[in-house]
């Protein structure tokens, strides 16, 4: 997806200009793939832009760079402050912001531990990630001839750069068979998650996720998901999920920050229901919808405005 320039990035404590965000090429992540990152978005709301659950973003940030023995030479609370003026600078009523923990330039070579630790921080406007028709009338899955991480290989709970080519050869793999968007099942063969979102489906009433053994992300939109699925008055459960129950599911569809609230209306080529989105979907998108706009009073704590 293309980027659209904006203003300024902050690097190190600094805004700097768009077209000097500049690194070296020798910069220790871009040769090991040994940084973190995280996709938050801002949306509009009655009081300005609001960045949607970002001290909840800067927390898993902090989480993953403590599993790879990253120090961030910062504090979570100056993340969340850099993340705000980020967006107000720039200007910008709803945006897309990826902020990056990289090792930086100075040393060369596996042990990672005394490269120097930079962080930036970008924001610009994004559209809808699997498209408008997609969230409009559902996306084809297909399943990953690549399976997700094993844990002891690479731990799918931090949110790794380098860990994304993972995900890169699936989503390849199901654009060039035609499909919108791959499932990854985990070592065991469970349903893991997508490229880039948490999977859900509903059989019997009930909304079934997979848990965090089953290799997927803790997704923050997941989270978001349950708790208004749970308000909704529906059941949802983490549960293992067999690719079976996808074919035979009532519904299904994904979740994730870039991609929001997604229908799938196939796996496989198997029809999901009437392959048109389910009701327990349509709502659950809805309210999300709302929520992240800051219009919904239960969940406005979500909403942290960027002033
Ligand atoms: N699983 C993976 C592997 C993942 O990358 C994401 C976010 C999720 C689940 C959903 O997590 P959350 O955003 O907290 O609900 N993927 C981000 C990166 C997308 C990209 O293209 O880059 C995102 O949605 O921002």
Redesign the pocket.
Known sequence: MPITKTEKIWMDGELVDWDDARIHILTHTLHYGCGVFE??RAYPTDSGPAVFRLTD?IT?LFNSAKIFLIDVPFTPAEIVEATKTTVRVNGLPEC?IRPLVYLGYGEMGLNPLYAPVNVSIAAWPWGS?LGDEGVANGVRMKISSWRRHDPNAMPPAA?GTGM?IN?SMAKMEALKAGYDEAILLSPQGYVS??????IFVVRGGRILTPPTSAG??E????SSVVTIAKDLGYDVEAVNILRSDLYTADEAFL?????EVVPIASVDDRVVGDGTPGPMTRRIQEVYHAAVRGEVDRYKDWVEHVG
Request: charge should be neutral; aromatic fraction near 12%; hydrophobic fraction near 25%.
């Open positions: 996709g938050i973003h898993r897309y990630y949110k994304y995900s998650e997508c490229t880039g979102e948490n997927a992300l997704g923050i939109t997941q979740s994730g920050t870039a991609a």
